[in-house]
């Protein structure tokens, strides 16, 4: 069963020095219940702006987002508000979206009880549980953000999602702040969370590594495109896209991880004017003539694997 499937045509997004940057461009994501699918790509390539899109806080300005089959567009009133609390975000710097002046119990509480998820009577027992949930000791539910390690505000951010009862969860680059060994212990509470809540995931990083492990299906994407899609497995032994393979080579070795993701060889091209034809082309070592002038459709390479680079019309 198909859960969310985003078809958007062009996205613009922020303004940039009053110019207009295409942050997605001709994008089709799906994600199926109870699926965990990796979106990748360099900072700039759009996949933060298509998560926010996907988990209803972005307004998309041309395309569509259908969630459980229904253009999120096209809800009113109570369906709209519960498709908004089905998709929850989960950020990479939960102290930013975390309250200061708010004792930990309120930031996980005050959603349910807003939405008639728990009451007055209960708040307590409920928060408790999302807290225990989450990893978090319940006796420290009177304590502000600032009194916890930056694993655990990232596991008070997760309790917070939780507490709303989700079905799909967007993390966007929920670990990358966090130092190696506590990368492990919240990458296995989502995946201990998934198994328990049946919950999906789309879950965006500029690491691949980082989604090795805990997604089904992997999401390439490379200046507001799509570069490749297919199953985690596929890409790491059977990538196609020369973008693929190039971040596979420098997929960073445990010992290096904290260092500055360097990939690539050239400086990513500026969003706001992107190279012609097959984006990739000025850093791509196979590129030629066609490439700068005809941009590279999208095209299933094998089945459930999908690409999109002018080599495979040569075949
Ligand atoms: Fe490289 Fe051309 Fe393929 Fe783009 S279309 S990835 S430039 S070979
Ligand atoms: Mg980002």
């Avoid at 942050?23 to 702006?49: F, I, M, N, W, Y």
């Amino acid at each position: 069963k198909l859960d969310l499937a985003a078809k958007l045509a062009r996205k613009l997004g922020a303004d940039v020095k009053e110019e207009v940057v295409h942050a997605v461009d001709k994008v089709d994501l799906r994600v199926r219940k109870g699926e965990v699918v990796g979106l990748v790509g360099e900072s700039g390539c759009g996949k933060s702006t298509l998560g926010r899109i996907v988990a209803g806080i972005l307004p998309q300005s041309d395309g569509e987002v259908f969630w459980k089959g229904q253009e999120v567009g096209t809800l009113t009133g109570e369906a709209a508000r519960q498709s908004k609390l089905q998709r929850q975000m989960i950020f990479q710097d939960p102290y930013a979206s975390l309250n200061p002046r708010m004792r930990v119990a309120d930031i996980v509480g005050e959603a349910p009880l807003v939405h008639g998820l728990t009451r007055r009577s209960e708040f307590d027992t409920y928060v408790d549980d999302q807290m225990r949930r989450a990893g978090l000791d319940p006796a420290f539910k009177r304590r502000y953000p600032h009194q916890f390690s930056g694993g655990q505000r990232q596991r008070i951010g997760i309790a917070r999602a939780l507490a709303v009862q989700p079905e799909f969860i967007v993390c966007d680059e929920a670990v990358a702040a966090l130092d190696v060994s506590i990368q492990a212990q919240i990458l296995n509470l989502f995946m201990r969370l998934r198994r328990e809540l049946d919950l999906t995931y789309l879950f965006i990083s500029h690491d691949l590594s980082v989604v090795e492990h805990l997604s089904d299906r992997v999401v390439i994407m490379y200046l507001g495109r799509v570069v490749e899609e297919a199953p985690t497995e596929t890409i790491f032994r059977r990538a196609n896209h020369p973008y693929t393979r190039s971040l596979l080579d420098s997929v960073p070795r445990i010992e290096n991880r904290k260092r500055a993701f360097t990939v690539v060889k050239g400086e990513i091209p500026s969003p706001l004017n992107p190279p012609t034809g097959c984006h990739f082309h000025p850093r791509c070592p196979l590129a030629f003539d066609r490439c700068k002038a005809e941009a590279p459709a999208l095209r299933e390479v094998a089945p459930g694997h999908r690409s999109a680079c002018h080599l495979n019309d040569a075949a």
